[in-house]
């Protein structure tokens, strides 16, 4: 293994944020991902790039996004909560923004095939998209779990054309399924891109992605100032996994004043804070390197990367982001959790209040709202609401038949 750093920023690339980030990867892989980083700032800036890339977001997957007052919410919790409408994008999630942008780069590096890793599935289906519309051989890897608990996802790829992988090894989901697809870019690099899926793994990844998901954040600051003529928000929320959405949106008010516009990331609780039985990265993880890059892990005594969980798959995650550790690290952003039963919660009171279906990650970002709603009365609150959820809902019914029949 080796570590390629370099001090100097590039643009919009950094390879650290303070400790957090670097580049740990095997050696048949750093020639490509130095082509990567190059490419990418090449044409970042190319206005050929830049308007292709502009037309797919406003035709293709939706772009910009509502900005929607719920209304009937914001009189239960005594303030004004402002929701990103991210679920409302073509494939019903944020994550097209990202795959829209790195199949462009794939196209342009001459790559004829694409792998990605997923756990919710909606980032195998925004790249299984993006490869159709492409042209691009696509191979999409799954933790056999989560294949089971996101089948419509499944079906969505396959019917795209995607060949989808189920991964059997270890606990058999996220970190296992990017186990399986870092294997197969080392062995394929000369021609297949890896269309990693959130702000994580190898530098120059972290960067590329939040690059691609900062128009989050950016219309959200332009639509409060124009629609609603509110200058800044009093509090920003976002879930957490790998962090992919909650960069995005973060990234346009980390710059305003900490003690006006408070930001919260939330992971995933899961069940209790018995190892094994959450997700919580940042609120229980130590130090250490997992998938190519150095940030704070879920581990076990003896160093190894322990197994996590959340009823959402795309929140089961043992990793975070190096940019969240590093906001973690300086304080800027404020890190909690809700528990597999809030969330659940969370997503009904939106469907019967609102009549909008959030994700179950989505909704961890609610349930941390809604336990902690004093703190937020009489303020401006913009909730990023990553996806929808359409595919959750099997499992949701499963999950509330579940606790029924414990609490009987």
Known sequence: MTKESTAKESGPIRDYWGEFGGCFVPETLVPTLSQLKALFLQLYQDPKFTEELRYLEQNFSGRPTPLYEAKNLSRKLNCRLFLKRE???????????????????AKYMGKKRVIAETGAGQHGVATATTAALLGLQCVIFMGEED????????????????????VQSGSRTLKDAVNAALQDWVSRVEDTHYILGSVSGPSPFPSIVAYFHECIGRETAAQLRQQYEIEQPDAVIACVGGGSNAIGMFRSFIDMPADKVQIYGIEAGGISDAPGRHARTIGLGEKGVLHGYHSLLLQDDFGAVAPVHSISAGLDYPGIGPEHAALHASKRVHYDFARDHEALDALTLLAQTEGIIPALESSHALAFLLRESQRFQGGNVVLNLSGRGDKDLAHYFAAQQQRNGTQK
């Open 87 to 105: 679920d409302l994008l073509h494939t019903g999630a944020h994550k097209i923004n990202n795959t829209l942008g790195q199949g462009l780069l």
């Open 147 to 166: 294949t089971l608990r996101q089948a419509p996802n499944v079906q969505r790829m396959k019917l795209l054309g995607a060949e989808v992988v189920s």
